[in-house]
């Protein structure tokens, strides 16, 4: 610990947002960052607690506390305040095969379980790790570093997104002879077509893939697996295969006039507007057109501000975000103490944006569609939308939905987006290898193992355990890995933590 009294002497300062108005205006990233003088000030403030709840990652009221990956967080916060940044990549390298990635997308649960938070500001240390990652980048650190021996294995990771490249990156430095098979025209997954350009620019992902490729991964595009590839000819060809597909069924929506032209899924809403702007910057007219209409999103969740901000980057005439539950407080309840993960309303870029557009907050809250209305064409011009309530079911004793009477309205909509969530894997997957899945439909391993019900068969990530966090899935990619070096080898050399 460089600075004892650094949480005293310095204030949190966070990277400088552009102005909502502004950044509409084009699809890239719009945070100033801080010079590397003032991050060492934030990695001072780091306490480094006797008992750092920052990189515990546990389970505390069914919610995550600290990070999945275990990041070594005290210490290259401690490195970046002495300015020594090789050595904290080297440290945060270690648990984390993607810190370009999480500086950007993952909500930093290591700061909702800092000490630091208990009473004032968290530790900044989601920028410290993005500080760190991009200046290895800049002077070479994280240049491609192959592995010096091959064992003669081949695995085959069918899915290129968070959990199977970290799975490829394990198994490849291992010195495993690792193919990924991407049914997309471009590797990243998730990563790739599921967040916005604004959010995590795709020379970020190309940047890291082209590492990989450089240190051995052979990736093919462009490859559905379980309808142009067989399985069969897969588990012949290689020693295990890795299933990290995601979990993209989407859950929809029921109602009268669902049919109408207009509805899009959120992840074909967001991959559609991603291929566009890098295949042609939207000259090929293939994204959902939002100029002039008035877009409703159902789901409050990370998806649906990022349809929030996709659908005003296009010039939207409004935007309303529909959400079931009631509104999260502003401050955490007296039953949700720290280190818990914090249940509070929190307001992202695009509802932060369509409050500077439009000067009100888009979301509804405790409301649903009950019905879709379309003109004489069959195109979507409104959804009629009720009032939810939550009663204690006198006979379970659970709270239950309920509609309010009386309370029906009807909203003008062109353009409806269901980001609802997810209900497991494509079915079409775990039917051609045979796998077994669980009630949920996720695949299914012996608790806390990756091996699925067929020979050589392993899974990891939203497909293994439903939809989840990036980081999480990083963490699942990883510890498959280990898994199938040890099925591989009788034992195993990759350590995930």
Request: glycine share 10%.
């Amino acid at each position: 610990m460089g600075k004892p009294t650094g949480f005293l002497e310095y204030d949190r300062v966070d990277p400088v947002l552009e102005d909502p108005k502004e950044r509409i205006k084009n699809w890239n990233e719009f945070h100033e960052h801080l010079s590397l003088e003032e991050q060492k000030k934030q990695g001072a403030r780091c306490m480094d607690c006797g008992v750092p709840f920052c990189q515990s990652g546990m389970t505390l009221a069914g919610m995550t506390s600290g990070c999945p990956l275990h990041n070594l967080c005290p210490e290259w916060n401690d490195l970046v305040y002495h300015g020594n940044w090789k050595e904290a990549y080297s440290r945060l390298h270690k648990t984390n095969n993607f810190p370009e990635f999480t500086s950007r997308v993952c909500p930093a649960l290591c700061e909702k379980a800092c000490t630091c938070s208990v009473h004032g500001d968290a530790v900044a240390t989601r920028d410290n790790e993005y500080a760190i990652i991009e200046y290895a980048y800049e002077h070479g650190y994280a240049a491609a570093k192959p592995p010096k021996v091959r064992t003669g294995k081949k695995v085959a990771i069918i899915g290129s997104g968070p959990s199977g490249l970290a799975c490829a990156d394990m198994l490849n430095h291992r010195g495993h002879q690792v193919t990924v098979y991407e049914r997309d025209d471009r590797i990243g997954g998730l990563l790739m077509y599921g967040i916005p350009n604004m959010k995590l620019e795709k020379q970020i992902v190309d940047r890291k893939v082209s590492i990989m490729k450089e240190e051995g991964v052979t990736f093919l595009t462009g490859m559905d697996v379980g309808k142009d590839v067989k399985p069969k000819a897969l588990l012949k060809e290689y020693d295990a295969v890795v299933l990290a597909c995601g979990a993209k069924q989407a859950r929809d929506l029921k109602g009268p006039g669902r049919d109408a032209k207009g509805i899009y899924f959120a992840v074909d809403f967001l991959a559609r507007n991603t291929k566009s702007l890098l295949d042609s910057h939207f000259q090929d007219g293939k994204y959902v057109e939002t100029k002039g209409k008035n877009v409703v999103i159902v789901g409050g969740g990370d998806t649906g501000n990022d349809c929030t901000g996709t659908a005003i980057r296009h010039g939207c005439k409004s935007v309303t975000a529909i959400e079931m539950m009631p509104k999260a407080p502003d401050e955490r309840a007296a039953d949700n103490p720290w280190p818990e993960w914090p249940k509070v309303s929190k307001t992202d870029y695009g509802q932060e944006e369509a409050i500077a557009l439009f000067g009100h907050d888009p979301r509804i809250y405790e409301t649903t569609i009950k019905e879709f209305l379309k003109d004489k064409d069959g195109n979507l011009r409104a959804v009629k939308t009720v009032g939810l309530r939550f009663e204690k079911d006198p006979q379970t004793g659970r709270r239950k939905m309920t509609e309010v009477p009386g309370s029906e309205k009807e909203l003008p909509c062109e353009v409806l987006v269901i980001a609802a969530g997810f209900l497991g894997p494509e079915k079409y997957v775990t039917d051609a290898f045979g796998v077994e899945t669980t009630e949920r439909s996720n695949v299914k391993t012996a608790e806390g193992g990756y091996q699925t019900s067929v020979e050589k068969v392993f899974s990891c990530g939203d497909m293994h355990t439903g939809q989840s966090l990036v980081v999480k899935a990083i963490r699942q990619g990883r510890e498959c890995a280990e898994a199938v070096d040890k099925s591989l080898m009788g034992y195993t050399n990759i350590r995930v933590q």
